[in-house]
C-alpha cells in the first residue's frame, strides 16, 4: 500500500480554464436566438477540477499549471483560492489570453457539449518544473497532455525519488484520458494510472475489468491502476493484482456530468492519501463522484467515507 | 432636418453584455467535444454596439444601462473606455453577474448562433434616468426593450424638450427590433426610428421600403423613419416623406455579421449629428456597416463619407 508522506502537498499538474455553462432545456438550432435565464461560470481543466476536490477532502493542495494573465485568469484563481487550492505556482504568461470553454448541458436529454479554446496559451515546461521544490510534495497528479513535456517530468520526479528513501517518495499518478495526446509514459512509470472509460474503450477494453486487468500487467511492478465506467461505477487493482470494483452512487437526479471523471480521481488521490484499503478508496471515488453529478460545480463534496 | 445642438454628447441606453464568440467551422453536433483556435471576448448588446460605434466616427459619446460588479463587467467597461465612450453614468448593481451571450459564429454558413443570458440583472428604472443631466446630451438613443421603463424615460425627455427652444432639445430616437419587447411608444415619439428588417417583418411589410413608407404613416410628424434590409441594404424616410434607398456595401468577404445592425444605427445617428442630407447618412450608415461585416468585433470602422 502507497504511504504517502506527512502533511507535505498533494499537486496537480495540468490544464485550468475557464468554463462558461450555459443551462439550456433543448440545444439550441443553429442561426437562432437563445435566451436562458443564467450561466455558470467556473475553473475547468481535468486537473484543476481535480485538485478542488483533493483540496476539498482535507489535503493540502497545490495547482500547477499555466495562465494567461488578465481578468479571466484572476477568476479561475480566486475561485481555486475559494477551493483552498495554492496556486502560486502557476506559470503566468503575458500577451495571451487563457484558454476557455463554451459548455452546453441539456438538461433534457444529459449532455454536455463542449467548444474549447486554448487560445495558443504555451503549456507546462520542463524548465518551468524544475523550478518546483519537490520536496513540498507527497504527491504529484499529471494530466494526460502536453506529454511532450510531462513524460520529462515524470522522469524527473523518478530521478528525485531514486535517491530518498521509500518513505520520502514522491506519489505519482498520471490520468489517461484523450488517446490522441499519448499518455503512454505513464504506464511505466506511474504508481497510480487513472485510466479513463474513453481511453480505455480506445484501447478495445469493453468494460473497466477489462481496462484495470489489462494495463495492470504493463504497468510498472507495484502500481495501482484504477478506471470509472460512468453509471457502471468503477473498478481497480493494486500492487496484490486483486480486482475490486464498486458500483457507481447514482444522485437521485442527474444534473451535470461536466468533470464528474475529474473528481472521481481528485477522491480517489485523497482516499489513498488517507492509505484507505482500496476496497474502499474506490467505493469513496464513486460516492464523491456521484454526488457531483447531481449538483451542478464542485462546492459541498466533502462527505463521510 | 434635424440640428443637434452643438458638442454635446450622445447618449446610448440599454444593453451592454459580453459577448463569447467561438468561431467555429461547423455547427457542433450535440453531446461532443470541439476544439477552436480561439474565442473572442468583447462588449456586447445593441446599445452598447452602437454607441461604440457612434464615438469611433467622432462624436462625443456616453453609455447608459446597467451591470453587475465584477470581473465581467470591468472587461466590458475597459472595452468601452478604450473605444472613447464615457461609462461614468452606467448604475452598477452588487449581488448580481452581468450579462453575456455565448455566440457560435460557423464561417462555413456564416450562421450565427446565440445563447444570452442577463441573469437576472435589474434593468435601468426611471428613476435611474432620473439621475442624468440632460443638458449633457444632443441625443438620446433608446434600444427597444425593458418598455414599461424606457417609455417612461422617452416621455421625460420629451418633457424636458417642452420647455426648450428648437435648437437646445434632445433629439431621441428608438430602436425597434424585437416585437416580444413591444417598443411600439417610439413610433409616436421619436424623431427617429430605427426599424429592424425582424420588426418589419413581423409587422408584415416585406421589403424596407415598404416598412419605412408603412411607419412613416404613423410617426410623429418631422419624424425620420430608417430601415436596414441586410444584404439588400437600406431605405429612409424623412420629414419631407421622400423615399430613400442605398445599397448595401458588401465585404470582399463576409466575415462577422453579429452586431451589422447596431454598427448601422450607429453610423446614421453619427452621420445625422453631422447634418448630412438623409441620402447621405444612409449611404453612410450602409458603407460602415458593410465595413464590419468583412470583421470581427467593431474597431477601426472610421471611414471617410
Chains 1, 2 share one sequence.
Request: hydrophobic share 40%.
Amino acid at each position: 500500500m502507497l504511504q504517502p508522506r506527512g502533511d507535505r502537498k498533494v499537486l496537480c499538474a495540468g490544464l485550468i480554464c475557464l468554463d462558461i455553462l450555459s443551462v439550456v432545456d433543448h440545444y439550441p438550432v443553429e442561426d437562432t436566438d437563445n435566451r436562458i435565464e443564467r450561466q455558470i461560470w467556473q475553473k475547468g481543466g481535468n486537473c484543476a477540477n481535480s485538485a478542488a476536490v483533493v483540496a476539498q477532502l482535507g489535503e493540502q493542495t497545490a495547482y500547477f499549471g499555466t495562465l494567461a494573465t488578465g481578468r479571466a485568469a484572476d477568476m479561475v484563481l480566486d475561485e481555486m483560492r475559494e477551493f483552498g487550492v495554492d496556486v502560486d505556482q502557476v506559470v503566468m504568461h503575458d500577451g495571451y489570453a487563457s484558454p476557455s470553454s463554451t459548455i452546453i448541458i441539456n438538461t433534457s436529454t444529459g449532455t454536455r457539449t463542449i467548444i474549447h479554446a486554448d487560445n495558443n496559451l504555451p503549456e507546462l515546461t520542463l524548465s518551468d518544473f524544475h523550478k518546483l521544490d519537490l520536496d513540498q510534495y507527497k504527491w504529484i497528479h499529471f494530466e494526460g497532455r502536453n506529454m511532450t513535456e510531462v513524460a520529462k517530468m515524470v522522469d524527473a520526479v523518478q530521478e528525485y525519488n531514486r535517491s530518498r528513501s521509500m518513505e520520502d517518495r514522491v506519489i505519482i499518478s498520471g490520468e489517461c484520458e484523450k488517446a490522441k495526446y499519448h499518455p503512454e509514459h505513464f504506464i511505466s512509470t506511474v504508481d497510480v494510472m487513472f485510466v479513463a472509460k474513453e481511453y480505455a474503450q480506445h484501447h478495445g477494453f469493453p468494460t473497466a475489468q477489462a481496462a484495470v486487468e489489462g494495463f495492470h500487467r504493463r504497468v510498472k511492478k507495484g502500481a495501482t491502476v484504477v478506471c470509472a465506467w460512468g453509471e457502471l461505477g468503477a473498478d481497480a487493482m493494486g500492487p496484490d493484482g486483486v480486482h475490486h470494483h464498486a458500483d457507481a452512487f447514482s444522485p437521485d437526479q442527474v444534473v451535470d456530468t461536466l468533470g464528474a471523471g475529474d473528481t472521481f480521481n481528485g477522491a480517489i488521490i485523497a482516499a489513498m492519501c488517507r492509505s484507505l484499503p482500496l476496497e474502499e478508496v474506490l467505493k469513496f471515488g464513486c460516492k464523491v463522484a456521484g454526488r457531483k453529478c447531481g449538483q451542478f460545480g464542485y462546492r459541498g463534496l466533502t462527505i463521510g467515507e
